[in-house]
């Protein structure tokens, strides 16, 4: 039987190649495209199937897991009564049900903790970290660490700093300079939080850069994490090669108003790149860097638009009334209309008796266009 | 001599249509392989990614959204106010009143308590005149500003008003009847954030048909497959020129256009281009092209990225009449393009635009009808001479079908890993069921008003814009289906 | 015990909010977005009012100025709780009337001690009505 379909299959192949080319390419395409289509039906099959089971499976377990962290926690009776959270000891019963075993169940259990904790802070939130403890959740989150596979090792970098668990400097360090970005991002960002000497070390080792979008997360999770030590980053302004890093440190002076760090924010000014050199007006403004006011207008004319338009910013932000005039004549004069716009916004911005009446001689003394910049700007309703 | 010479035409003419129908398809098979790896990388980096850190970030860059309004008294009100509900820390809404000549401009500021303001109005790109600037008195819609202008006949110069007032570096654009995610700005302003070595002037999403959708005040409370037949035809070209067709670009780096329907820009790229072309019919590719040929003559590294979530729905014309307006407009729009920006073709000074972009465009995208119909009327002259060899043809014919069937199933099924947006079987089975009979009922029609958009343009017909008359969402009690008919 | 109002569309907090709250004793009503807050507002009389921003239909600040404009709820206390956090947003929110703001994670402790405040204060300036007619 095998010899007759080898048979059959030999004379098909020499039937086959005594067709002309092009009909050969297109059958053996139909076949090509047949065989995908079938697999491709199949596979929506498959994964709505495994959808559904998920979600019934989800359906049945995720009340009971609401359940045990709502009365376990939230409606915990010893909350609130000054007994310090490590203290507060959970129903054996209940934490240790046979249903938390399954690792599909423990996984869901990490998730929802960690949900909670994104809700809850405080006693709570501790409350919370001492279960995931207490259920052995956090040996789960390290196996997940040894694997290979680059998103379960970022899914357990992620949820071991969400819980506050401490990672070993020589585990974490080299996953922050990882070509990987997502989880370098993650690396660092739990380095940051869960480091106890020196947060920012890996500042001076990084060479791949700081995308935008990770240092949304890297400013949060520097913001909010209690008894961390804050350097000076002026620092990494003058030393780093890295420019994320520096365009990065120059928000953070700006956000902890490091003051000591105004003059190494004023050595950028001099940088070629204009994107820079923006970044570090923008800081000095934030600062209220009165010192810097009259370089910032010195280097004025020379500058690109985007940079003038960050001094103007500034000087309505430093508001020492020192430059009152300088901005005057830039809004009468210039004859460009968003400098003219930031010029009346930052003598606006003054606030001062002298502002306000140097606004309304400008009121008096303009043409049309321009006094409707100034209503512009003067108007509560235009908030941006 | 004569019929040697015509015997060597036609096999030359044979074996063309042949190596550019093979093109096409390879093109289409790698398109497919790429999107696949794209939606992966994609997935992955949701699945541990807490976007509630942008809400609450003071570092979330501010986004401008520009919506174009005109003569949507119906739904306005609705409209405005699902654009006020975005999941974002940092957005302004501005409606552009395109000169309405029903209620809308009255009903949006007596819902909104607004008053018409002195606004310093700086026309960056030049628009029709601008009528007026209002904002609302009441702080919980302060997020408003609305911009009541004298028609422009067109949605490019109502969008270009919009980017005028515009106050933050970014914009979405969108049109005031697409119903928007929530998530949107958080999601679409990710691809400008994470771009390692190039700066991202557009990002875009997935589009899908809103016909069938349940809705309720204009939020969508469950998403359905369209029922009309024409709109789940849409449905199923849609899904696959999104999530197989510009995710696989996307990966390369070589998306040709971001969607009128949904889009976010680069600001300052986009003003410094130009920002849209009124007298365009294709306005979206036509400033994509503006913005790609900007970038390179100006030496900035850039690029254009898809995410393959659908972000959008629109209604989609369910009259052949309407429906024949649009992809009429849309062949006009591709051919006027392509001539007016013939100069980046092959160009290497325009990198991956001149070289990929385009030529692809040209050849697949705007000879792809004519080269389809002439190999129709040839084989129609083979029928009729007697000179077909009919298990050739059919066999062909049989390729030609089983690979756009793979290649639109392989989309469904793209769709289906990225999100299972239909909740039920039946869905899935009405997209599905259109990959077998697309190529006889749809593609015909694409082919045909293609066509007949060249030949407009290139005839100078006018075009007749039309207006496509909402009936309104119906809403009797709680949440019901849209029937806006046309 | 007093009425409280929850309005949150993110689940998982509106019912941990509605346990806290409730094993405090108080009677809490829950809303997951705008349109069933608003709703919810015509049919009863609440207190409290415990809102969140950014929720369909209507985000939170609208909340706050239906409140605040409609005469008869003028004495409803209302705390916002976002995860939003920028300066704008708060202001906005207080401007409009809400009587506090707080930034997600929260506190329980913190919530209940602040709640017990809006109470107090709205009591004492009851009975200040009251002790003048």
């Known amino acids: 039987m095998w010899k007759d379909l080898a048979d059959l299959l030999f004379q098909a192949y020499e039937q086959f190649s005594l067709l002309p080319l092009f009909i050969e390419i297109a059958l053996a395409f139909i076949f090509i495209a047949i065989l995908s289509t079938l697999i491709a039906y199949s596979a929506i099959l498959i994964k709505r199937y495994r959808a559904y089971v998920y979600e019934k499976r989800y359906a049945f377990i995720s009340p009971k897991i609401e359940d045990l962290i709502t009365e376990q926690v939230l409606l915990n009776p010893n909350l609130g009564k000054d007994l310090p959270v490590e203290d507060i000891e959970f129903d054996e019963n209940a934490i240790n049900n046979r249903i938390f075993r399954k690792p599909f169940v423990r996984q869901m259990m990490i998730d929802t903790l960690i949900q909670y904790r994104k809700n809850f802070r405080g006693e709570v939130g501790e409350l919370l970290r001492k279960m995931y403890i207490d259920m052995g959740l956090e040996k789960d989150s390290f196996a997940k660490m040894k694997t290979f596979r680059w998103e379960r090792k970022i899914k357990a970098v992620v949820e071991l700093t969400q819980m506050d668990i401490s990672i070993s400097d020589v585990t974490i360090l080299p996953l922050t300079n990882s070509g990987n970005a997502s989880l370098r991002a993650a690396a660092r960002n739990a380095y940051i939080q869960l480091s106890k000497n020196e947060p920012f070390k890996f500042f001076d080792i990084a060479t791949e850069p700081l995308l935008p979008w990770d240092q949304l997360e890297m400013f949060k999770i520097i913001t909010t994490t209690k008894d961390i030590a804050i350097p000076n980053f002026s620092r990494w302004v003058s030393y780093s090669t890295n420019k994320s890093i520096v365009s990065f440190c120059l928000k953070l002076i700006a956000h902890y108003d490091q003051q000591s760090a105004i003059p190494a924010v004023m050595d950028l000014l001099a940088n070629k790149d204009h994107y820079y050199r923006a970044d570090a007006i923008n800081c000095l403004g934030k600062l209220s860097a009165e010192v810097s006011e009259e370089k910032l207008v010195k280097i004025y004319n020379n500058q690109p638009l985007n940079c003038q338009i960050e001094i103007l910013k500034a000087l309505g932000r430093i508001a020492s009334g020192k430059q009152l005039d300088f901005l005057k004549s830039e809004f009468l004069y210039s004859s460009n209309f968003d400098l003219r716009m930031n010029a009346a916004r930052s003598i606006i911005k003054h606030n001062t008796q002298h502002s306000r009446v140097m606004v309304e001689e400008l009121m008096e003394m303009t043409h049309e266009e321009n006094q409707l910049i100034i209503k512009h700007c003067l108007n509560p309703l235009i908030k941006y | ?486 | 015990m007093a009425n409280i109002l929850v309005i949150e569309d993110d689940d998982i907090m509106l019912k941990a909010i509605r346990n806290i709250l409730g094993k405090d004793g108080y009677n809490v009503i829950t809303a997951k977005d705008g349109k069933e807050a608003f709703e919810k507002l015509e049919q009863g009389e609440y207190d409290v009012v415990v809102t969140d921003l950014m929720m369909p239909y209507a985000n939170g600040l609208e909340v706050v100025s239906r409140l605040r404009s409609d005469e008869t709820k003028r004495s409803v206390g209302i705390i916002v709780i976002s995860s939003v956090g920028n300066e704008e947003t708060i202001t906005e929110a207080f401007r409009l009337g809400a009587d506090d703001y707080l930034k997600k994670p929260i506190m329980a402790g913190e919530l209940l001690i602040r709640i017990r405040k809006l109470l107090a204060n709205k009591n004492s300036k009851s009975q200040l009505i009251t002790k003048k007619k």
């Open chain 2, 1 to 486: 001599m004569a019929s040697t010479y015509i015997g060597y035409a036609s096999l030359f003419f044979e074996k063309t249509v042949f190596i550019y129908g093979l093109m096409l398809l390879i093109i289409y098979a790698i398109l497919a392989i790429l999107s696949f790896a794209n939606i992966r990388l994609f997935l992955r980096k949701e699945s541990y990614t807490d976007y509630k850190i942008i809400l609450g970030s003071p570092l979330a860059p501010g986004i401008s959204v520009i919506a174009p309004a005109f003569n949507e008294g119906l739904t306005i009100i609705s409209n405005v106010r699902s654009l006020l509900t975005f999941n974002y820390p940092k957005y302004e809404v501005i409606i552009i009143n395109d000169g309405s000549t029903d209620d809308t401009l009255e009903k949006v500021i007596r819902e909104f308590s607004l008053v018409k303001i002195d606004f310093a109005y700086d026309p960056k790109l030049s628009t029709k005149p601008v009528r007026g600037i209002y904002k609302s008195t009441d702080d919980a819609y302060a997020k408003l500003i609305v911009v009541d202008k004298e028609n422009g006949k067109s949605k490019a110069d109502a969008s270009n008003a919009g980017i005028n007032v515009a106050a933050f570096p970014y914009f979405l654009c969108t049109d005031v009847d697409c119903i928007l995610h929530e998530e949107t700005l958080q999601k679409l302003i990710r691809p400008f954030m994470e771009e390692e070595s190039k700066r991202v002037i557009a990002a875009g999403a997935t589009l899908r048909m809103a016909n069938s959708c349940e809705m309720d005040k204009g939020v969508i409370t469950k998403i359905k497959a369209p029922r009309p037949l024409l709109a789940r035809f849409q449905e199923m070209e849609y899904i696959r020129a999104f999530v197989l067709g510009k995710m696989g670009w996307s990966y390369i780096n070589c998306v040709p256009n971001v969607s009128g329907g949904l889009g976010m820009f680069d600001k300052e790229i986009a003003v410094k281009a130009g920002g849209y072309d009124g007298a365009s019919f294709g306005e979206d590719m036509e400033l994509m092209m503006r913005m790609m040929c900007y970038v390179h003559d100006n030496k900035i590294k850039a690029a254009i990225r898809y995410i393959p979530l659908t972000l959008c729905w629109t209604e989609g014309p369910t009259s052949l009449k309407v429906f024949m307006r649009q992809r009429t407009r849309w062949g006009r729009g591709l051919i006027q393009l392509m001539i007016a920006h013939r100069k980046m073709f092959f160009n290497p000074r325009y990198g991956r635009a001149g070289m990929i972009i385009f030529p692809y465009n040209v050849f697949f995208e705007l000879l792809a009808p004519i080269i389809e119909v002439l190999g129709i009327i040839y084989y129609i002259l083979l029928i009729i001479f007697g000179l077909v060899n009919w298990p050739y043809a059919i066999i062909l014919l049989v390729f030609v079908y089983t690979y756009s069937v793979m290649i639109s199933s392989l989309a469904v099924l793209w769709d289906q890993l990225t999100f299972q947006y239909y909740k039920t079987w039946t869905d899935v089975v009405r997209i599905a069921s259109m990959v077998f009979i697309e190529m006889l009922l749809y593609h015909p029609l694409i082919v045909i008003f293609a066509i007949r958009g060249y030949y407009f343009h290139l005839a100078n017909r006018t075009h007749v814009w039309g207006n496509m008359q909402r009936r309104g969402f119906k809403e009797s009690s709680d949440t019901k289906t849209t029937t806006a008919t046309v």
